[in-house]
């Protein structure tokens, strides 16, 4: 059995890797697919816990927080696409939604 610290670890890395991804890109896709990253590091660190504590709460919480970032990534997906329809780019410095 893999000890709990190389999870954690490991979800540790993932988080990182995903807040570098966030930070220096300006694609929104790459921002996006980012936090997908950073998503599924803190479920494997709510699962780790949960696994090695014995409890299934962690198991049924990890489900349901998927199911809601399976609705999140249509709707931020659909939503890059319309940007991209209607600004002509994705890159996160070319364009202020706020402006006339």
Excluded: C, Q
């Amino acid at each position: 059995m893999v000890p709990m610290p190389h999870y954690l670890i490991l979800s540790a890395l993932l988080f990182a890797i995903g807040a570098a991804g966030v930070i220096l890109s300006r694609n929104l896709l790459i921002m996006f697919m980012s936090i997908e990253v950073m998503l599924n590091a803190a479920n494997l660190a709510i699962i780790t816990f949960s696994r090695f504590l014995n409890v299934m709460d962690g198991h049924v919480f990890v489900f349901l927080v998927m199911a809601i970032a399976a609705a999140e990534a249509a709707v931020g997906l659909a939503m890059i696409i319309t940007i991209f329809r209607n600004r002509g780019t994705i890159d996160a410095d070319k364009f202020n939604l706020m402006k006339w």
